[in-house]
C-alpha cells in the first residue's frame, strides 16, 4: 500500500489534505536526505514543518528524549519524525499519543530508507521476488543493512553481504566481492561509519577503495541489467568512485528522489490510523 500511494504521489495524484498538522523533524544525528525529504514531503502535504535545534534545547541541560518529545505533544505538535543514536528509541515512548515516524535509530533500523529502495527497484525490476543483492561495507555499523536485510529476504530477494571482515556480523551470507559484481542484479555500497568505529579500522581509506571500492573498471563488470544503489551520503573516493555516483547504472539519484513520496506515503498512513 505504502509503495502504490508512494507511485501516485509521484505521478501527482490523490495527495491527501494534512492542511496545518504541526510535524516536529527531531533529528538527534546528522540528516540531509532523512530530513529534509520528509520536510518537503510535509509541504507537499500542506503540513507546517518545524525543525528541532538540538544544540539550543533543553537536551543540552540534561533533558531525556522522552521529556524532549513529549513537550512537544502537549504544547500541540500533530506528528514526530525522530532520528536518534539509541538503537529501539522508540520503546521508552508509549505514553506518547501522537504519531511518531522514524528517521532511523542507531545501527538498528531505518524503515523510510528500506522503503524507498524497495520503490526504487520495483519501478527498475518489476518485482523482489528472485532478484539478487549485494550490500557491500560496513553492515556492522549500518541501520540501512539492518532493515534492508530483514525486509528484502521477507520480499523473496537473494541478500549477500561482503566487505571487511570486522564489519562482518553474519547478519546475510557472504560473498566475495569480485563475484558479486558479476552476479548480483543490484549492487548497495553503504558509507564506512567511521563516526560509530569504537576501534580502529585495520583498512585506510586508499586500501579500502583499493579492495571494496566500486571504480569504473568494476562498474564494466556487473551484469548489463543491473544496478547500483547508495543510500548515501556517500564518500567519493572510498567506497563509490565519481564515475559510479552518477554512471548510466547508477539509481542513487533516483533513490533521493523517491525518497520524497515514499514519505508523504508514510505520513498520510500515520494520519489514517
Do not use: W
Not at 534492508?148 to 566481492?177: K, L
Amino acid at each position: 500500500m505504502i509503495l502504490t500511494e508512494a507511485k501516485e504521489f509521484k505521478a501527482g495524484k490523490n495527495y491527501p489534505d494534512l492542511t496545518g498538522k504541526r510535524v516536529i523533524n527531531a533529528f538527534f544525528e546528522p540528516s540531509t536526505r532523512t530530513q529534509y525529504s520528509f520536510m518537503v514531503a510535509e509541504s507537499k502535504l500542506g503540513m507546517l514543518p518545524i525543525n528541532f535545534n538540538v544544540e539550543t534545547s533543553s537536551v543540552k541541560k540534561g533533558e531525556s528524549l522522552y521529556d524532549t518529545l513529549k513537550t512537544f505533544e502537549m504544547i500541540g505538535i500533530d506528528a514526530l519524525v525522530v532520528r536518534h543514536p539509541a538503537n529501539n528509541y522508540f520503546l521508552e515512548l508509549d505514553k506518547i499519543q501522537i504519531p511518531i515516524l522514524s528517521g532511523g535509530d542507531g545501527t538498528g533500523n531505518h524503515p523510510t530508507q528500506s522503503l524507498l529502495d524497495l520503490l526504487t527497484i520495483q519501478e527498475e525490476f518489476g518485482k523482489f521476488a528472485g532478484l539478487k543483492i549485494a550490500i557491500v561495507g560496513d553492515i556492522r555499523h549500518s541501520r540501512v543493512a539492518h532493515t534492508n536485510i530483514d525486509v528484502m529476504t521477507r520480499m523473496g530477494m537473494e541478500v549477500s553481504i561482503c566487505g571487511p571482515e570486522q564489519f562482518n556480523d553474519s547478519s546475510a551470507p557472504y560473498i566475495d566481492y569480485e563475484l558479486a559484481l558479476k552476479e548480483m542484479d543490484i549492487i548497495m555500497l553503504l558509507r564506512v561509519q567511521f563516526e560509530r568505529h569504537g576501534y580502529d579500522l585495520a583498512l585506510n581509506r586508499e586500501t579500502y577503495y583499493e579492495e571494496f571500492g566500486l571504480t569504473e573498471e568494476r562498474v564494466h563488470s556487473m551484469k548489463d541489467h543491473a544496478i547500483i544503489m547508495h543510500p548515501a551520503p556517500y564518500n567519493r573516493g572510498v567506497e563509490i568512485s565519481n564515475y559510479a555516483v552518477e554512471c548510466s547504472k547508477s539509481r542513487i539519484m533516483k533513490q533521493m528522489h523517491n525518497g520524497v513520496y515514499v514519505r508523504m506515503a508514510v505520513l498520510k498512513r500515520a494520519f489514517s490510523e
